[in-house]
DNA sequence: ACTACTATCTATACATTGTTCAGATAAAAG
DNA sequence: CTTTTATCTGAACAATGTATAGATAGTAGT
């Protein structure tokens, strides 16, 4: 299996994945609205119907890219929490912390992106691919809450009322922000105020 | 004499309102994806560039759209809210969960609405028209808390942190819920969690 | 009532898009 | 070397957003 890297090639050696990087990088600087499957079939060099071997409609590569984002956020957000080590309290709340941050600003800073892994091109039905992705996020939230319960920095009796809280919050405060209906500079106040309730030491 | 019927007379009579409704149907229909101005013309019995008299192009009334549906949820809000009467402590935490309870069944009903409010189509700047909509809804919710304070529902402490957290909450959580990351029943379990944090009486 | 004016809408045209399908080309299999 | 399969092209189609020039109707001024 020869791996082709020129492009005019009458094989491209990779195209599906071509497809998904391209259409990533078109996404990323115009949003979903103005991706147009032909220009990224022009931006690869290859012919507009290529593009249907590998995916039944444009729906479907938007889709593929939307589901990708989801594992790079995944990735970003645990490297992330590698570089915050300890199992002091401080720490855990470091970590609990970076969970939220790293998705807030993963959103600010590519909005383009948080749109098209929410809309109505992502659509996850209840079995599919990408609910184990989320799952991944949502480990990483379990082990952050039980390291603030181990390390005293949460009470027993509210760690089950953290869970869907802390993720709907961080969420529910980016969806906002990013749509313009909230400011960004509130992000911070209502962590600290979920924090408050939650009865985090500071 | 032409026959008086309104869709054969060159002057329509008001075609901006006609256009915003026609595209409202046909968006709760078929979504933001697939709304065309081609078609919301065609509906209304008028050429294509009619639209272009009122709109500057298609994403403007699609934005028209959006901010009439702001406009449209705060409406039945506060028709629910006006249902519950009483200044009692109940009443008060009753009012406080319809405020959520009507922004997520609004969004679960009409789902291509609430994806159309909170898509970069409507994406809203400082100082627009808009930002007044989300005040009349955050004024609500201010009401709303001043009462479960004044009714001893809720502690005074707790209530500067309340606001935004409980906005950020109901939001996050229908948009979760609206995108199929999250269960429909899990909503409620949500809302509990929230006021056993923030100590909102049973 | 006649004219000029303005607001409103149509007709036509164009580039771009998603998508289909028959066929070309290259790689793999025999 | 032939056959088969996987991969991509080319041309075509209908639908879309939008620009422009012109048609039509209501309105104001005389």
Known sequence: MPVARVRDQYHHGDL??????????????????????????????????????????????????????????????????AKITGITAKAA???YRALGKTYFEWAIKEPHF???MFSEHCLVDSNSEQKREDNRAFINLTKCLDELVSTGALEERMRRHSELLSWTVVHGATSLIVSGHLDPENYESILD??????????
């Open 16 to 81: 599906e994945s071509a497809l998904i990087a391209t259409a990533r990088k078109l996404t990323k600087r115009n949003g979903i609205e103005h991706l147009s499957l032909r220009k990224v079939a022009q931006e690869i060099g290859v012919s507009p119907s290529a593009a249907y071997h590998y995916f039944p409609d444009r729906d479907a590569l938007m889709a593929a890219v939307g589901f990708s984002l989801f594992e790079e956020l995944a990735d970003y957000q645990e490297r992330e929490l």
């Open 93 to 95: 709340k470091e970590r």
């Open 114 to 116: 948080f749109n098209l």
């Open 193 to 202: 105020d979920l924090e408050f309730a939650l009865g985090i030491r500071k």
